[in-house]
């Protein structure tokens, strides 16, 4: 029975470690992509929904600073943040794709999550860690991925 405490124990530490060490990463959309198609579109408005692997620090993801869409005819798209829970926002934009894609023939836009800290803040779990935007394991680090609207 000792022995079965002492390795429930070790289990218990190893995973409170894990669990301590794990740094904020973007589940969804996947990052990297070209043409991603993780996006819907509501009213004409870009909508896109971004989940988290921890609980995000809602006060340090804002649109145009830490938060960064842009597009073809706007290089750092406004619009409106909600959260339906600590690890999901839901960015929409304020205008419309006509007024942001181009559509020749396609429209193509992208998303930057900033984990790096060069002024304007970057995103931050609720324990004050760093995105881990460029998925190295370490704190800091841009998220980046691109979009397409077929025309």
Known sequence: MKKFKTVLL????????????TTLKVVSP????????????DGGHIKITVTFNKDVDPSTVVV????????????NATGSLNWPNGKTVIFLTTKTTSDL??????GSFSLKLIGSDTGNGAIKDKGGKHLDGDSDGA??????TSFVNIG
């Open 101 to 106: 894609l181009d559509y020749n023939p396609d």
């Open 139 to 144: 704190d800091g680090g841009d998220y980046k």
């Open 30 to 41: 996947k990052a990297n992509q070209t043409s991603s198609q993780e996006f819907a579109l």
């Open 64 to 75: 145009g600073k830490t938060f960064i869409l842009q597009t073809e005819k706007d290089p």
């Open 10 to 21: 070790t289990l218990g530490v190893a995973l409170l470690c894990f669990s301590c060490s």
